[in-house]
């Protein structure tokens, strides 16, 4: 089955500056690759998504890049504000099922 | 559109109870999956339900069951509780099969003791 590995497992940033959060998969069939967010005592919030026939994708101050032949996907939010301060899961699946998330990164932006 | 809602909330049982939460999916949506969320196992895939069926199923014991109705609301249930089932879980609705947006609710959180 799918193995997704994520790095780094907490990280923190300055406000303003940029962060990268990184992701590898295991199995090649995997077709999407969603991130989700999730703030303390909440639920995780989709907030970007790609699938294997883009290279990228962005949306405002968060893009996701994708190497399909090294396997690996990865998060990027620029201009860091304390309000992105939460947890992050990688995810990927092969058309949405069997999803499989990453061990998630806590990212804590400093004001 | 209402969003998922689980139920309960929150739930504490002893060892060896069995217990049963309930998913309602997004309104229009059919495909519904379930998730343990754990500080040390971070969120593992219990099973998704399709159609009444459940199409995957992730590397749990056969103590988790689910089952999905007509109407889409799905169920878990897990029999002889065991103190490490301490968790929240939380189920996500899709639309369909291979569409991609998940939509996670707000959780079960579940203590056993």
């Known amino acids: 089955g799918e193995n997704v590995e994520q790095h780094p497992s907490t990280l923190s940033v300055q406000e303003g500056d940029s962060a990268v959060i990184k992701c590898t998969y295991s199995?090649?069939?995997?077709?999407?690759f969603p991130w989700y967010k999730q703030e303390l005592g909440k639920r995780p919030q989709l907030i970007i998504d790609?699938?294997?026939?883009?290279g990228e994708k962005k949306d405002q101050r968060i893009a996701v890049t994708l190497n399909k032949t090294a396997k690996h996907f990865s998060l990027h939010i620029t201009e860091t504000q304390p309000e992105d301060s939460a947890v992050y899961f990688c995810?990927?699946?092969?058309?949405?099922?069997?999803?499989?998330f990453g061990a998630g990164t806590r990212l804590t932006v400093k004001p | 559109k209402a969003g998922v809602t689980q139920t309960p909330r929150y739930l504490i049982k002893t060892r060896g109870q069995q217990v049963t939460l309930s998913c309602s999916p997004i309104?229009?949506?059919?495909?519904v999956s379930w998730y343990q969320q754990t500080p040390g196992q971070g969120l593992q895939f219990l099973f998704e339900?399709?159609?009444?069926?459940?199409?995957n199923k992730g590397n749990f014991p056969g103590r988790f069951s689910g089952r999905q109705f007509s109407n889409s609301r799905s169920e878990m249930n897990v029999s002889t509780l065991e103190l490490g089932d301490s968790a929240l879980y939380l189920c996500?609705?899709?639309?369909?099969?291979?569409?991609?947006?998940?939509?996670f609710g707000p959780g079960t959180r579940l203590t056993v003791t």
């Open positions: 996500a609705s899709s639309l369909d099969r291979g569409s991609a947006e998940q939509y």
């Open positions: 199995d090649s069939a995997s077709n999407y």
């Open positions: 790609i699938r294997s026939n883009v």
């Open positions: 995810a990927a699946s092969y058309n949405n099922n069997d999803m499989r």
């Open positions: 309104s229009g949506h059919r495909s």
């Open positions: 339900y399709f159609s009444e069926t459940q199409r």
